[in-house]
């Protein structure tokens, strides 16, 4: 599912415009992490005044949940925080995500490594792990599959830290862009 951040406060004007700039989020399975992730920092873009102006999706390098819901327990922690989730469908990781999009963000050091070698030859300076690019620690964002709920609280507070990192950091790019000859694929 690709949209554009949706939110309360941005004008018409901010969510009839095209996307500016598109990031997907990466895990393993599509069900736990990166549909959480895509929610989280899409509430936090909105609340940075970024409604409309970034497109989100997120994807799994493995395809053994294709077309199912987020987890349970991702869903729990998301909702008690005020974000509905619940209309994502798992995917795969596919070759296009590399046009697609500007950025592409592993949740941890292996979901970072399939993307570099999944990439075009030479094109992996959009891949990033998450918490680096959003907080400067090269930290993984723990997969929480097999463990219990106290996992996923733990990884929302980490999301959400992250997220409301990037959506600083975006909001202050994207009202000031870099000047031309700057690579904009690795903002
Ligand atoms: P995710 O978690 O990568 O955060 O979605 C996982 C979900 C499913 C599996 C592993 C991790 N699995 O092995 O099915």
Redesign the pocket.
């Known amino acids: 599912m690709l949209s554009p951040v949706s939110g309360n406060k941005d004008s018409a004007r901010a969510m009839a415009a095209k996307p500016e700039m598109s990031i997907l989020f990466v895990?393993?399975?599509?069900?736990?992490?990166?549909p959480l992730a895509e929610g989280v920092a899409a509430a936090a873009l909105a609340r940075n005044g970024l409604a409309g102006r970034v497109a989100l999706d997120s994807a799994?390098t493995?395809g053994?949940?294709v077309g199912s819901p987020p987890?349970p327990r991702s869903v729990a922690v998301a909702t008690r925080h005020g974000i509905d989730i619940t209309a994502q469908a798992a995917r795969r990781l596919t070759a296009d995500d590399f046009e697609r999009f500007d950025l592409l963000l592993g949740?941890d050091a292996s979901n970072v490594a399939a993307l570099r070698a999944a990439a075009p030859p030479g094109d992996d300076a959009r891949v990033h792990l998450f918490l680096d690019y959003a907080l400067g620690r090269p930290h993984d964002v723990p997969?929480?599959?097999?463990g219990g709920a106290d996992g996923f609280g733990a990884v929302y507070r980490t999301i959400q830290e992250a997220s409301e990192a990037l959506a600083v950091r975006l909001a202050a790019r994207l009202e000031s862009p870099p000047s031309s000859g700057q690579a904009s694929s690795t903002m």
């Open positions: 895990c393993l399975g599509n069900i736990c992490r990166s799994g493995g053994w949940h987890d949740m997969d929480p599959y097999f």
